[in-house]
C-alpha cells in the first residue's frame, strides 16, 4: 500500500511540474540557426538569412501576444533578407467578428513597417477549422488577407513571389538570374492546397525556398522541387516527452501523424526535398508547452554542392 501511495505521489507530483513548466516556458523564445542548402543560389545569396515564425493562435484563451511582442522585436533587430509566416494567426474566430484579426495587425505592425519582405500563408485555423471535417470560412481568409496586403504582408496562395538583393537590402522585382523565389502552398485542410500551380512560373532550375502551414503538404512536391522548405501547425508537439519525438500531445491526443519540429527525416518527401518544421509560438486546447519552446528560425542560405 505504501508503495502505490508513493507512486501516486510522484505522478501527482510529475503532472504538477509539467504543468507549472508548461505555463512558463511559452514565454522563452528559442531561436535555432540552421544551414539551407539551395540548388543554384547565386553567389550574392550566399549568407543572407530568411527567419520563420508562425502559428500565433490569437484569440485563444491566454493566447501568448506578448511572446509574440518580443518575437517581432529580435526580428527587426536582426534584420533577416525576409521573414516567413507558416500561418494559423488566429485561433478561433467567430462569424463577423475582427478582434482577433485586429490583434495580429497590430503585432506585426512593426515588422511591415520595416523594409524586412514579409510573407505568410493561411493555416486550417485561419479558416475555423479545428477540425478537417468544418467548413472552411474562406470569406474569413478573404478579409485577413486583404487586411494583410495592405500593411505589406504579402499572401502567397499558390503562387510565389521574387525576392531581389539591392544596395538597401531585400526587395520585390522583377525575375532575373540573381533572385530567389519564395514559393507558398495553400492551406491542406481548406483543400487549397495546388503545389503544381505554386510551382508553375518558377523557373525549373531557379533558386527557390518552399512556404506551407501543413508538413502534409510537403508530401506532394516533386523531387528535386524543394531543396529548402519549411511548415508549422505542429506546435512542435506542444507538450513533448524529451527524447521520443513521436510521443507528444499531438500524435497522443490529436491522432495527426506529422513531423513535429526540426529537420524531417529525407524519407518524409521526395528525393532531394528537405523540410523544416517550426514549432510556432501559440497554443491549440491549452496553453501550456513543455520541452517545445517558441521558436524564431533562422536559416542561413548556402550553395547546394
Known sequence: MKVFKRIVIGFGALILFVVLWGLVEP?????????????????????????????????????????????????????????????????????????????VLELLEPLAETDIPVMTVMGNHDYSMEKKDHEPDTAYVEKMSEKFEELGIHVLENEHFVLNLTPDGTAEGEPDGQSLYIGGIGSSWAAMANVEETLSGIPDDAPRFMLMHNPQAFKSIPADSAPAATAGHTHGGQISIPFTPHWSYMTLFKGEEVHAAGWAEADFGEKRNLLYVNPGIGFSDVPLRFTTPPEITYFELKQKS
Request: charged content about 30%.
Open 27 to 103: 514565454y522563452f523564445i528559442n531561436t535555432e540557426e540552421e544551414a539551407a542548402a539551395i540548388t543554384n543560389l547565386p553567389e550574392e545569396w550566399e549568407g543572407q538569412e530568411i527567419a520563420v515564425i508562425g502559428d500565433f493562435q490569437v484569440g485563444m484563451w491566454m493566447d501568448n501576444t506578448w511572446t509574440i511582442e518580443r518575437v517581432v522585436d529580435r526580428l527587426i533587430e536582426r534584420e533577416p533578407a525576409a521573414v516567413l509566416l507558416t500561418g494559423d494567426h488566429v485561433y478561433h474566430v467567430k462569424k463577423g467578428s475582427e478582434k482577433e484579426l485586429d490583434q
